[in-house]
């Protein structure tokens, strides 16, 4: 029956027709971004469903988060028309795989009410082990362990398959022996974690060939998104469930290859590789027409990505000719950054257009403050995708609690918020009695716990460390009578055991959080004092959050994958920001090319504009660094670019610093290059090097072939000669020539300066 209700066909072009109507045995869907990888997942659920060729039950699929399963059930919904009734089955793979474990738990010696671990438990866990091990714990930490039983984790071996050779790399060889310990406590506590949702589905499934036929049979079809980034541990899950006892595997993998970037996390593009060799007869469907980007925007997507060795490549192309060329722009710093972005955005928006078409997509989440603040000072409607506000994260709460208890002895709410953040053992019962014993008293908490820990109300391990505790900001507060409050903040975030904390944690967000503490002193230098700052943090937090309908969307490059958005914005587009120095440090080549694979994602997320920044000075930690352009921009195809450049600033910059900006940036360089270097010699390297030689320190507009939009010359300045001007960054001078949209200036303090209008305020 292909009647009315069949209609979601006659969207497809022929590829994706075939790739929906072949649902019976193994199929590949390979190709590039905006294909319709997901659309084809989509189109051949409903179609599954609408032929009834299966129940909802009888379909697994997985999608990379929650959100897109909730999406796509909506999707399904209105092809087939009218809701779907319960996909049990649609989710991650660790939601799939904890619903699976609960069912069977006892198989893996655990009850159906098994606890999932929260990564401080985990940490702690560990210790313990660690310490009953005799092991120095200063050398061996527990987190460093917990990374490594993840990795072993994700590649589906349980203790009794790490070789030798891979438990050397913890305490002299007792990596397994650890690993073993823990799972053995795991059980003890009916608990597991992240790690063992797959891996005990992985046992259970090879113990019990008679479950694993159950699931076979009931599983009538298969379909995951995003193939390319799953790990070996999701992937031999996979393997085993597809497994049809009929003999026909009904699964459908669709991804692509230069989108593969979470290798950091194990996952194996290779796995799209072996999908012919494990499922023989697999089809192949590629898709190569793009739907999602207009020509320019593919094409420089498409010219980056040629850039990378490690790819299968492929042909992309679109009717959707013409349009904007990807815009490239040099900017002064971070804020001058935020501020041209939000301009741009707002002419968005009065050209008739939609918040919610724009994005912002950063490479760490560190980068958003300056565009928050500036929004914020705007009143511009945003969200964070993917994680709170800045200043309504927690660690930045944390912190913000310990600077309040430093300014105020009365401020309780700050204080209740850190007496036990990190963990000093002062539990419930403590706090409570010190809550009981203020409103007694009538005095802050801070004073009732002065008061208390004289007496003997409260003893033991809490009183010690509520004394020491007392004694720390004691010492903090006279220290800051003298020492500048950035330096305070740090010397309490150190000494108080709370950045330690997140060093400890097993977290995978906690990279992240010591990034975003490092920022919050940034955030902090910028004001004159501690109150002025946190008047300023109380206003900001002040605006209203609540839902709106209309907003900009804030978000890393990771979580943007598969969505997509008009107009995109991709700030920070500087050496060591992106490509990120820690990537290239560790991983060298490898790790430039997923870097690479992410820029191609960022691009590629764009329909009809992509809008690229760079900053010649970023304040990094407080302190100010000349940046240089991203490589990413250099390989560009120049075709498909226009440099916008506010370059005035850029060359200035150079001026300003150069020999220490070649120095440090050339060092930089030569360790990471070395390092990759001795990792592979290839024509892509050294092609690679080339360029770079070529394009060493220089302004993009400088770069051959990049069309250069220079601000019109004769287009003449709003400034006369004489005139008193401010300038954010050399303060007040007057202007002695004018020249096009460039100043002479004479400026009070820094002297002679040549600058550009745009940059320049009248006083
Ligand atoms: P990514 O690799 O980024 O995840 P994808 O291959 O999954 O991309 P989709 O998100 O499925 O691509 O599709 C990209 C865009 O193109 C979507 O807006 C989708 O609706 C549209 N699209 C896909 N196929 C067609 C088609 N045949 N006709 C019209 N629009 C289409
Ligand atoms: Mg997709």
């Known amino acids: 029956n292909t009647g009315d209700s069949s209609a979601y066909l006659e969207g497809l072009n022929p590829e994706q027709r075939d790739a929906v109507l072949s649902t019976e045995g193994p199929l590949l869907v390979l190709a590039g971004a905006g294909t319709g990888k997901t659309r084809v997942l989509t189109c051949r659920l409903a179609h599954i469903l609408n032929q009834g060729q299966a129940y909802p039950s009888q379909i697994l699929s997985v999608t990379f988060t929650n959100k897109a399963a909730r999406e796509m059930k909506e999707r399904v919904g209105d092809l087939v028309g009218g809701a779907v009734e319960g996909m049990p089955w649609m989710g991650t793979f660790h939601s799939i795989a904890a619903k699976i474990l609960r069912i069977h738990a006892e198989l893996v010696d655990l009850k159906s009410s098994f606890t999932i671990l929260d990564t401080d438990d985990q940490i702690r866990l560990l210790k313990q082990i660690i310490k009953a091990h005799n092991i120095d714990e200063k050398r061996w930490t527990a987190r460093y362990l917990a990374n490594l039983i993840d990795s072993w984790k994700n590649k589906g071996l349980l203790p009794d398959k790490i070789s030798a050779g891979d438990s050397h790399s913890f305490a002299d060889g007792k990596g397994r022996e650890l690993y073993k310990a823990y799972q053995t406590r795991l059980t003890q506590l009916n608990a597991c974690d992240f790690g063992d949702l797959l891996l005990h589905n992985l046992t259970i499934f090879q113990n019990y060939p008679d479950i694993l036929k159950k699931y076979n049979s009931k599983f009538r079809y298969m379909l995951v998104d995003e193939y390319q980034d799953t790990n070996v541990c999701q992937y031999l899950w996979l393997r085993l469930l597809a497994q049809n006892s009929g003999g026909?595997?009904?699964?459908c993998v669709v991804g692509d290859d230069d989108q593969s970037i979470y290798g950091w996390r194990g996952a194996e593009v290779d796995n799209i590789l072996r999908f012919e060799k494990d499922f023989p007869g697999a089809k192949v469907v590629k898709l190569e027409r793009n739907y999602r980007s207009t020509e320019h925007i593919l094409g420089a997507a498409s010219g980056l990505i040629r850039a990378n060795q490690d790819r299968l490549g492929k042909t992309l192309w679109t009717e959707d000719k013409g349009g904007n060329k990807v815009s490239v722009m040099g900017v002064w710093d971070a804020p001058a950054e935020a501020r041209i972005i939000a301009g741009e955005i707002e002419n968005w928006k009065s050209n008739g257009r939609r918040y919610s078409e724009v994005a912002i997509l950063v490479r760490a989440s560190r980068q958003m403050r300056s565009f928050e603040e500036r929004f914020i000072t705007l009143g511009l409607p945003y969200k964070v995708i993917g994680g709170p506000r800045f200043f309504e994260r927690a660690e930045i709460r944390d912190a913000h609690a310990y600077l309040r208890v430093l300014k105020s002895d009365t401020d309780d709410l700050a204080f209740e918020r850190i007496v036990n953040t990190p963990k000093r053992g002062i539990g419930n019962?403590?706090?409570?009695?010190?809550?009981?014993?203020?409103?007694?008293?009538?005095?802050?908490?801070?004073?009732?716990?002065?008061?208390?820990?004289?007496?003997?109300?409260?003893?033991?391990?809490?009183?010690?460390?509520?004394?020491?505790?007392?004694?720390?900001?004691?010492?903090?507060?006279?220290?800051?009578?003298?020492?500048?409050?950035?330096?305070?903040?740090?010397?309490?975030?150190?000494?108080?055991?709370?950045?330690?904390?997140?060093?400890?944690?097993?977290?995978?967000?906690?990279?992240?959080?010591?990034?975003?503490?490092?920022?919050?002193i940034q955030a902090m230098s910028e004001f004159p004092t501690l109150d002025a700052y946190l008047e300023h943090v109380s206003l900001v937090l002040d605006v209203d959050s609540g839902p709106k309908e209309d907003e900009v969307s804030l978000m890393t490059l990771h979580s943007a994958k598969g969505l997509e958005f008009p107009l995109v914005f991709l700030p920070g587009m500087e050496e060591g920001i992106f490509p990120s120095q820690k990537s290239m440090d560790e991983n060298g080549l490898a790790g430039l090319e997923e870097e690479r694979r992410l820029a191609y994602v960022g691009i590629t997320r764009a329909r009809e504009q992509a809008k690229i920044y760079f900053a010649a000075n970023r304040q990094v930690y407080g302190s100010?660094?000349?940046?240089?352009?991203?490589?990413?921009?250099?390989?560009?195809?120049?075709?498909?670019?226009?440099v916008e450049s506010e370059t005035g600033y850029f060359e200035q910059a150079g001026r300003k610093q150069s020999s220490d900006y070649v120095m440090e940036a050339a060092s930089r360089f030569a360790d990471s290059f070395e390092a990759a270097k001795s990792q592979r010699t290839s024509p892509g390297w050294q092609r690679y090097q080339e360029n770079r030689n070529k394009n060493f320190g220089r302004a993009p507009k400088e770069i051959e072939g990049h069309a250069v939009k220079r601000p019109a010359a004769n287009k003449s300045s709003n400034f006369k000669v004489g005139e008193r001007i401010f300038h954010q960054k050399f303060g007040y001078g007057t202007v002695t020539e004018t020249n096009g949209t460039k100043l002479s200036v004479s400026f009070e303090k820094a002297g002679d300066k040549m600058v550009l209008d745009s940059f320049v305020e009248r006083t």
């Open 429 to 520: 019962t403590t706090i409570q009695k010190l809550q009981l014993a203020a409103r007694a008293m009538g005095v802050s908490l801070e004073t009732a716990v002065r008061e208390l820990t004289k007496t003997d109300e409260i003893r033991g391990k809490a009183r010690t460390s509520l004394k020491a505790f007392i004694l720390d900001v004691d010492r903090w507060r006279k220290e800051a009578e003298t020492l500048p409050h950035t330096d305070i903040a740090e010397r309490i975030l150190d000494e108080s055991g709370y950045t330690q904390m997140w060093k400890d944690s097993k977290d995978a967000k906690s990279a992240g959080r010591l990034e975003n503490l490092k920022e919050l």
């Open 248 to 251: 026909s595997s009904n699964i």
């Open 624 to 642: 100010w660094q000349s940046s240089i352009p991203s490589r990413f921009i250099d390989e560009l195809p120049p075709q498909h670019v226009e």
